[in-house]
C-alpha cells in the first residue's frame, strides 16, 4: 500500500471515526476529505516530471476543487496525516507552512507569511492542533502540539504546547486539555 493511500485512510478516520471506510464514502459524504484526497494525489505525482499526466490530472483537479470550495493550498505545502477540514470556504495555507498530524481547520482560518520584519517566513504547526472560524496564524512562529487557537484569534507569535489563544491581539493561556472534545478520532 501506498504512503499516500495509508495518509489519505488517517485523514478518512478524521471524519468517519472507523478505521474500515471507504474512499467512495469520504469522496461522497465529506467535501473537506474530498478536497484532501485531490491534494495528497497532486503531492503524490509531483515528483520528477511536472508534466506527468497523472501530476497534470490532478493539479487540474486541485484547481477546480480550490474555485469550488474555496480552499487555497498548495500541493508542496507539509501536512501530516489527519488532516480535518471542518467547514467550506475560505481557508488559505501558505506552501511553505509546515504542519503536523491531526490538524483541524475550520471556515475563515488563514496560516500565512509574515513578509518582512523578525517574523518573515510563514508559520510550523505541531500535531493535534486546532484553528477555529477566521482565526490567523501569521509569520514564522512556532506553533506547540495540542494548542486550540480560538474562533477569530490572531497569532503572530510563538505559543508553547497544551494551550489556546484567545482574542486579538492574541493571549496564551495554558490548559492541558486544550484541545479535548475539538479534535476528535485523533491518530496516536
Known amino acids: 500500500?501506498?504512503?499516500?493511500?495509508e495518509i489519505l485512510k488517517y485523514d478518512l478516520y478524521r471524519y468517519?471515526?472507523?478505521?474500515?471506510?471507504?474512499?467512495?464514502?469520504?469522496?461522497?459524504?465529506?467535501?473537506?476529505f474530498r478536497y484532501t484526497y485531490?491534494?495528497?494525489?497532486?503531492?503524490?505525482?509531483?515528483?520528477?516530471?511536472?508534466?506527468?499526466?497523472?501530476?497534470?490530472?490532478w493539479k487540474w483537479m486541485?484547481?477546480?476543487?480550490?474555485?469550488?470550495?474555496?480552499?487555497?493550498?498548495?500541493?508542496?505545502?507539509?501536512?501530516?496525516?489527519?488532516?480535518?477540514?471542518?467547514?467550506?470556504?475560505?481557508?488559505?495555507?501558505?506552501?511553505d507552512s509546515v504542519i503536523g498530524k491531526n490538524f483541524t481547520i475550520t471556515k475563515g482560518v488563514t496560516v500565512g507569511?509574515?513578509?518582512?520584519?523578525?517574523k518573515k517566513g510563514a508559520p510550523t504547526i505541531g500535531d493535534n492542533v486546532?484553528?477555529?472560524?477566521?482565526?490567523?496564524?501569521?509569520g514564522k512562529v512556532h506553533i506547540g502540539d495540542?494548542?486550540?487557537?480560538?474562533?477569530?484569534?490572531?497569532?503572530?507569535?510563538d505559543v508553547p504546547s497544551n494551550s489556546i489563544v484567545l482574542?486579538?491581539?492574541g493571549k496564551i493561556i495554558p490548559d492541558p486539555e486544550a484541545t479535548k472534545d475539538y479534535i476528535n478520532n485523533v491518530l496516536e
Not at 476543487?65 to 470556504?89: A, C, D, N, R, W
Request: aromatic fraction near 16%; charged fraction near 15%; hydrophobic fraction near 40%.
Open 16 to 32: 468517519t471515526g472507523q478505521r474500515d471506510s471507504s474512499m467512495l464514502r469520504g469522496w461522497l459524504d465529506y467535501p473537506g
Open 113 to 118: 507569511q509574515v513578509n518582512r520584519g523578525s
Open 167 to 169: 482574542g486579538n491581539p
Open 130 to 138: 486546532f484553528i477555529g472560524v477566521n482565526a490567523m496564524v501569521a
Open 38 to 57: 485531490i491534494w495528497r494525489k497532486c503531492q503524490e505525482y509531483r515528483g520528477g516530471n511536472r508534466w506527468a499526466p497523472w501530476f497534470l490530472f
Open 62 to 95: 486541485l484547481k477546480k476543487y480550490t474555485v469550488k470550495y474555496g480552499y487555497e493550498m498548495s500541493f508542496t505545502t507539509e501536512i501530516g496525516p489527519g488532516f480535518y477540514i471542518g467547514h467550506l470556504g475560505g481557508v488559505a495555507i501558505h506552501p
Open 146 to 157: 495540542n494548542v486550540l487557537v480560538a474562533a477569530g484569534a490572531f497569532c503572530n507569535f
Open 1 to 5: 500500500m501506498s504512503a499516500v493511500k
